[in-house]
């Protein structure tokens, strides 16, 4: 292709940075630099001296090409020790080194920044070892399910779960082994309850269940669940633990509370009930 054909291209697309350059096997030679290009085009009399020149004269031969798995971290990393200019006129993506398509570097800016918002709100809500709703996060979730109940009275549920044995099972195998239990434990939560309702950790062993729509029966229906599950075995590694269960508080809203704080309070107690009475049980919260 000669110079013309690109300059062409340019012209009536106003988007291109660059235009990638690859030869008969679909390997990529080079890449066409829009600025730089339409900018020695409009030199006086250059398009009769060089638009007939084939292409390979005019472009950049040593562009950057990254192969399509490498992460996008490591692209950014790239194209700052290449250069910033790079930013600009982009970069070429290959699949087993044949060409695949270009990647522009303000694209590839806005996805890192995207990451990294996300990044930051992963953080603020959600619990770094389980990848539960941390406690802030909860909070927002219940407040707006009564928010919703206010203005369509539904029932909701509390579930306050506190784990039983688990301090010996850290003390005895190690934080490490104390980890993974706990997030044995999320897991096995998290498939108690449906779409739409809510397990977070709200610190330590303490974990919470918001149930959506649900009256006591319905409560207690899945705490005898999470009771069955979490006396279960656990498969650590090479250590089997026996020696773990629950002890869990419910209440509902609003026949139990009618604040926030009231209704966590209120299934808070019911959970010491439950560890006072035995552990390994629920109780349903009774006013004093």
Do not use: W
């Amino acid at each position: 292709m000669n110079s013309n054909k690109i300059l062409e291209m340019f012209h009536q697309d106003k988007s291109l940075f660059a235009i990638p350059v690859v030869n008969e096997k679909n390997r990529p030679t080079g890449i066409v630099i829009r600025q730089e290009f339409v900018e020695h085009f409009s030199k006086l009399y250059m398009k009769e001296l060089k638009g007939k020149k084939p292409i390979s004269e005019m472009m950049d031969c040593s562009p950057i090409i990254v192969d399509k798995g490498t992460a996008i971290e490591d692209v950014a990393r790239i194209i700052l020790d290449a250069g910033i200019h790079h930013m600009v006129s982009g970069l070429i993506i290959t699949d087993d080194k044949k060409y695949m398509g270009m990647a522009n570097g303000y694209d590839l800016l806005n996805e890192i920044t995207r990451r990294k918002q996300k990044h930051l709100f992963d953080l603020a809500h959600y619990d770094q070892l389980t990848g539960l709703p941390n406690r802030t996060f909860f909070i927002e979730r219940l407040k707006q399910a009564i928010a919703m109940f206010i203005r369509s009275p539904q029932k909701i549920s509390l579930l306050f779960v506190d784990l039983d044995g688990f301090k010996p099972v850290n003390d005895t195998y190690g934080h490490g082994v104390g980890d993974k239990l706990l997030k044995e434990v999320a897991s096995r939560l998290d498939a108690c309850i449906r779409e739409g309702d809510t397990v977070a950790r709200l610190g330590g062993d303490e974990f919470v269940v918001m149930l959506l729509e649900s009256d006591l029966a319905h409560a207690t229906g899945v705490a005898e669940r999470v009771l069955e599950t979490v006396r279960r075995p656990y498969e650590l590694g090479k250590k089997t633990i026996t020696d773990v269960s629950a002890s869990i508080g419910i209440a509902e809203y609003p026949l139990h509370a009618d604040s926030l704080e009231a209704f966590l309070a209120a299934a808070d107690k019911a959970m010491y009930v439950a560890k006072r009475d035995g552990k390994d049980k629920y109780a349903v919260f009774e006013p004093a």
